[in-house]
């Protein structure tokens, strides 16, 4: 009922610029708290890369602070994540995730993550 389609991913070189984008469908019952964008290489863990709750208080991982910025529109249930400055170790899958719940029972809440869109930071 409750699902995430990512775009946006590419090859880019080193200094350039991508938008993510994530759009959230969920029925007139769920309700979004944080979404977030996660990414993972081939051989690493999957990381934070970016968070953003519903009143719009933001967190990033050390390695793309000053150059990532997440942002989301409610009445869309859409969240981005601009990509500036990229560079080669910026290549991973990112994946976008959300948590929300169901008005019916607010205090238990569920995750639920996109299929995964490739980012590549090349010369």
């Known amino acids: 009922q409750v699902q995430l389609v990512e775009s946006g991913g590419g090859l880019v070189q080193p200094g350039g610029s991508l938008r993510l984008s994530c759009r959230a469908s969920a029925g007139s019952i769920f309700r979004f708290n944080a979404m977030g964008w996660y990414r993972q290489a081939p051989g690493d863990q999957r990381e934070l890369v970016a968070s953003?709750?519903?009143?719009?208080?933001?967190q990033y991982a050390d390695s793309v602070k000053g150059r990532f910025a997440i942002s989301r529109d409610n009445a869309k249930n859409t969240v981005y994540l601009q990509m500036n400055s990229l560079k080669p170790e910026d290549t991973a899958d990112y994946y976008c995730?959300?948590?929300?719940?169901?008005?019916?029972?607010?205090?238990?809440?569920?995750?639920?993550w996109g299929q995964g869109t490739q980012v590549t930071v090349s010369s």
């Open positions: 995730q959300a948590e929300g719940f169901f008005v019916t029972n607010p205090r238990r809440t569920y995750d639920y």
């Open positions: 953003i709750n519903s009143d719009g208080t933001t």
